[in-house]
C-alpha cells in the first residue's frame, strides 16, 4: 500500500519561501510508471493543482504558480519536494502531495500551510 | 483554462435516497473527467475516472455518466458513510489541471 506523507513548516512568513517534502512509502519515486504532484486546497474551497515532477526531474507545473514555483525529487530519500516562493496570504491552504499525473489515486494526509507575519 | 462549476452547491438527502450530483465544464474535456470523495479532514479520494471508470474501493452505488461538457455523479442510495463533498476535475486540456468548487451532500 503506497503512502505519501507532507512534511514541513506550518507557518511562513509573507514574501518568504513555503518548503515541504513528501515522503513515499510501500513504492519508489524512481518507479518509471508514475508521476509525483502537488495539490493545495485553501480553506472551504475545491483543489488547485500545483505541479507535477518526474524522477528524471522532468515537471509541469499550474501556470499562476509558474513564476514562484520549484519542485525536486530525491530519489536517494524516496522523497519529492515543493518551494513556492514570495509567499502572500492567498497561499495560504492545506498542501497535499499525490501521486498520478493527471488523475490522482494517492494522497498525503495534507499539511494546513498558513502565510501570516 | 477550462473552468468547472458543479451544482447544486448542497444537497440534503436522506439515508437511501438517490442523489444525482452534476458538473460542467466551460468547454469540452471529451471523457476526461474525475471525481474524487471528500469527507471533513481528510484528502480526497479518487472515486471515478474516464467520466464512468469506479475505482475499485467503491461500492457499484456510485456511477458517473457523461461526455464533452456535462458529467452526472449517481448515488443510487445514499448510505451514512457517502455523506461528504464531490468535486469533479477536468483532465483533457492541461495545464492547468482544474477542479470544480464541489457539492456538499449532507443528511436532510
Known amino acids: 500500500q503506497v503512502q505519501l506523507q507532507e512534511s514541513g513548516p506550518g507557518l511562513v512568513k509573507p514574501s518568504e519561501t513555503l518548503s515541504l517534502t513528501c515522503t513515499v512509502s510501500?513504492?519508489?519515486?524512481?518507479?518509471?510508471?508514475?508521476?509525483w504532484s502537488w495539490i493545495r486546497q485553501p480553506p472551504g474551497k475545491g483543489p488547485e493543482w500545483i505541479g507535477y515532477?518526474?524522477?528524471?526531474?522532468?515537471?509541469k507545473y499550474n501556470p499562476s504558480l509558474k513564476s514562484r514555483v520549484t519542485m525536486s525529487v530525491d530519489t536517494s530519500k524516496n522523497q519529492f519536494s515543493l518551494k513556492l516562493r514570495s509567499v502572500t496570504a492567498a497561499d495560504t491552504a492545506v498542501y497535499y502531495c499525490?501521486?498520478?499525473?493527471?488523475?490522482?489515486?494517492?494522497w498525503g494526509q495534507g499539511t494546513l500551510v498558513t502565510v501570516s507575519s | 483554462e477550462i473552468v468547472m462549476t458543479q451544482s447544486p452547491a448542497t444537497l440534503s438527502v436522506s439515508p437511501g435516497e438517490r442523489a444525482t450530483l452534476s458538473c460542467r465544464a466551460s468547454?469540452?474535456?471529451?471523457?476526461?473527467l474525475a471525481w474524487y470523495q471528500q469527507k471533513p479532514g481528510q484528502a480526497p479520494r479518487l472515486l471515478i475516472y474516464?467520466?464512468?471508470t469506479r475505482a475499485t474501493a467503491f461500492p457499484a452505488r456510485f456511477s458517473g455518466s457523461g461526455s464533452g461538457t456535462d458529467f452526472t455523479l449517481t448515488i443510487s442510495s445514499l448510505q451514512s458513510e457517502d455523506f461528504a463533498v464531490y468535486y469533479c476535475?477536468?483532465?483533457?486540456?492541461?495545464?492547468?489541471?482544474?477542479f470544480g468548487p464541489g457539492t456538499k451532500v449532507d443528511i436532510k
Open positions: 499525490a501521486r498520478g499525473i493527471t488523475v490522482f489515486d494517492y
Open positions: 510501500g513504492g519508489s519515486v524512481s518507479s518509471g510508471s508514475y508521476y
Open positions: 515532477i518526474y524522477n528524471s526531474g522532468s515537471s
Open positions: 468547454e469540452s474535456v471529451s471523457s476526461n
Open positions: 474516464a467520466a464512468s
Open positions: 476535475q477536468q483532465y483533457n486540456n492541461w495545464p492547468p489541471l482544474t
